[in-house]
T-cell receptor, first 113, second 111 residues
Framework: EAQVTQNPRYLITVTGKKLTVTCSQNMNHEYMSWYRQDPGLGLRQIYYSMNVEVTDKGDVPEGYKVSRKEKRNFPLILESPSPNQTSLYFC????????????FGPGTRLTVL | GNSVTQMEGPVTLSEEAFLTINCTYTATGYPSLFWYVQYPGEGLQLLLKATKADDKGSNKGFEATYRKETTSFHLEKGSVQVSDSAVYFCALSDTYDKVIFGPGTSLSVIP
């Protein structure tokens, strides 16, 4: 089954404790992206990657890191999480570019205390 | 910079009513335009898209037309069902492949 998976689905952590949210897709897509969803703000793009070793900032990259060492994986790293990063996070992938249909993961609910 | 504006929700309609959700955008160049839908507790799914001016996207009874002259991409459905209750997001992809979403419009359809 074609899908985008994220782990964990739920995470509660404390300020400053480094964490990684994993994202994996099995569709051989080149383009992957991370979003955060906050009430009243919709989805905002954090980072995107157009291929292996190619990443670029979205609209809200501060406080986040990403890497794309393999085509299928695109982890999101919070080196020192803060309470304002409490949010619902979605990973998405698409065949070649943001102009194609994006396939979304189920989301990760992160709470930073 | 580029942006997407949607009508504020929530929107509550009776079953079989006509639906319009307004979406306007600001972008340089020729963006692609999308409507995504998010059902409760799920990720987003593509509902329809249009890639150039005057294109009409359609799916599951929903339609939207890419209007470059008014920079709009309004979502319409002639007769909504309870199962259409969800949050609807308008989005664009710009010439640099960045994707920008609107804030979302929550729709509730009551029997």
């Amino acid at each position: 089954e074609a899908q985008v998976t994220q782990n964990p689905r739920y995470l509660i952590t404390v300020t400053g404790k480094k964490l990684t949210v994993t994202c994996s897709q099995n569709m051989n897509h080149e383009y992957m992206s991370w979003y955060r969803q906050d009430p009243g703000l919709g989805l905002r793009q954090i980072y995107y990657s157009m291929n292996v070793e190619v990443t670029d900032k979205g609209d809200v990259p501060e406080g986040y890191k990403v890497s794309r060492k393999e085509k299928r994986n695109f982890p999101l790293i919070l080196e020192s999480p803060s309470p304002n990063q409490t949010s619902l996070y979605f990973c998405a992938s698409t065949l070649t570019s943001g102009r194609n249909e994006q396939f979304f993961g189920p989301g990760t609910r992160l709470t930073v205390l | 910079g580029n942006s997407v504006t949607q009508m504020e929700g929530p929107v509550t309609l009776s079953e079989e009513a006509f639906l319009t959700i307004n979406c306007t955008y600001t972008a340089t160049g020729y963006p692609s335009l999308f409507w995504y839908v998010q059902y409760p507790g799920e990720g987003l799914q593509l509902l329809l898209k249009a890639t150039k001016a005057d294109d009409k996207g359609s799916n599951k009874g929903f339609e939207a037309t890419y209007r470059k002259e008014t920079t709009s991409f309004h979502l319409e459905k002639g007769s909504v069902q309870v199962s259409d209750s969800a949050v609807y997001f308008c989005a664009l992809s710009d010439t640099y492949d960045k994707v920008i979403f609107g804030p979302g419009t929550s729709l509730s359809v009551i029997p």
